[in-house]
């Protein structure tokens, strides 16, 4: 039998006579009973008898029950696995830029409950209560917080990340020097009117190189493919659109990652009226066709 984390074991037998004497549930061979307690429950009733553990946990739970009856002449066992639930996570990380002496604060939420969790630093295990006394490792619930008092660049930035046993969120901590400008936008998106079937390039320029960007269209993030094309060049930002159609019309962001910063340009389409490719009368080869 499997039956998930949480979840309530109900085993059940029935006899073919009532007030047998002699009758008891064991677990793993052992000759001591199971007795009741806050979580374990059993009952007789005539015929039938019944064993509930209430919120099955992988490890105390799983193993082989037996029941027992009339000095042992009647045996029944049942084998039990508990497995734990799916844990993904549904609140993953967000990328973070912070000054120095500041303090940082990471949230994930996770489906499962009771699903450990792991968290990492540039691909080191962060252990609770271990050598970093400045960081706090909390769970309440299905929500996972990380905080770092006091944040230094030099051991606390690069990429953090959460990992249950089915899933995994990462992000990006920048730590700048104190009084550091926040990241920005030098130069913003500009509306552009293009006709159908034209390429454009949406341009704009942060005050610092290399920033982690996103391109967005009418609040969807765009995946770079054959018509879009994003490219990143130091402090220059472009978006490149090929064969521009009437549905690429509307509102575009440029955003940082780090800090949610923005820019947005329109972009509007001009509709081309419709036109013959071939013309009636005449092949591909421009060449007139007779009818007899």
Known sequence: MFIFLGEQLKLDVELSH?????CRFIKDDTNTPIRKDKRTRITSDGTHYTL????????????????????DTLQSTCKVTVQSLPSKITQPLKDVTLQENQNLSLEARVDNEHAPVTWFINGKEIPPGGDAPHITIMSKGRR??????KVNAKQDAGQYEIRT????SSCQVTIEEIGTPPADFTKKLTNIDTEEFQKIEFKCET??????????KDGKLIEQNEHFYIENNGKLHSLIIHDVLIN???????????NGKGTIGQLKVKEMPADFIHKIGKN???KKISYF
């Not at 009532?18 to 002699?22: C, L």
């Not at 046993?165 to 995994?168: E, I, R, V």
């Not at 690429?248 to 780090?258: A, E, L, R």
Request: glycine share 8%; with cysteine.
């Open 18 to 22: 009532p007030n047998v004497p002699g």
């Open 248 to 258: 690429d019309q509307g509102s575009y962001t440029c955003q940082i990652k780090s």
């Open 284 to 286: 591909k080869n421009n």
């Open 207 to 216: 005050n610092r190189d290399n920033l982690q960007i996103e391109w967005f």
């Open 165 to 168: 046993p089915d899933d995994a």
């Open 52 to 71: 509930i553990i209430d919120n099955v946990l992988p490890i105390g739970d799983t193993g082989t029950y037996e029941f027992f009856g009339l000095n």
């Open 144 to 149: 996972h917080t990380l905080v770092v008092q």
